[in-house]
């Protein structure tokens, strides 16, 4: 079982092998794109509820930051639940997500780094901090030091 917050365009590729997916909030668009059998999005749940069965959560940042990463509302309360109950927590992201800093819009929030499993990306996976310093390799234009 794959939780993902939120489904967005970005992440559906990847869920396209999942045996099944759960998720609190989605834009209701990008549901099309994924096997209706596949998804419980109509039962109802809270955070708890969502992660029992649960192997892996998804977290679909706006911005990846050297602090964390910027979420919508109700990421950082899923991370801390996965972690705490031992299921990783990765971020799903490119390079061009990573930004210096990152001003959040009310309707998101940052998960720390040290909550990561780590970040799923075009270079692989790495640690939250080995992205960054990933990053800042190949792209060093895009991080300020």
């Known amino acids: 079982m794959v939780v993902v917050h939120p489904v967005g365009n970005f992440v559906v590729p990847a869920l396209k092998s999942a ?4 998720f609190i909030h989605t834009d209701q668009a990008v549901l ?11 039962k ?3 955070a708890g509820n969502s992660l029992d069965g649960a192997g892996v959560v998804l977290l679909e940042p706006e911005a990846v ?5 910027f979420v919508q ?3 950082r309360l899923l991370a801390e639940l996965a972690a705490a109950r031992g299921i990783p927590v990765y ?8 930004a210096s800093e990152w001003h959040a819009k009310p309707n998101h929030e940052k998960v720390s780094g040290g909550l990561l ?5 075009e270079h ?7 992205f960054i310093t990933k990053v800042k390799k190949d792209f060093p234009w895009i991080i300020k030091t």
Do not use: C, M, Q
């Open 124 to 130: 692989g996976i790495y640690s939250h901090k080995d």
């Open 44 to 46: 109802p749940l809270t």
């Open 32 to 42: 099309h794109n994924l096997p209706v059998h596949k998804l419980e999005y109509h």
């Open 91 to 98: 971020a799903i992201a490119t390079s061009w997500h990573v």
């Open 73 to 75: 509302n109700g990421g």
């Open 19 to 22: 045996k099944s997916i759960r």
């Open 65 to 69: 930051t050297k602090e964390g990463v």
């Open 117 to 121: 499993t780590g970040v799923l990306s």
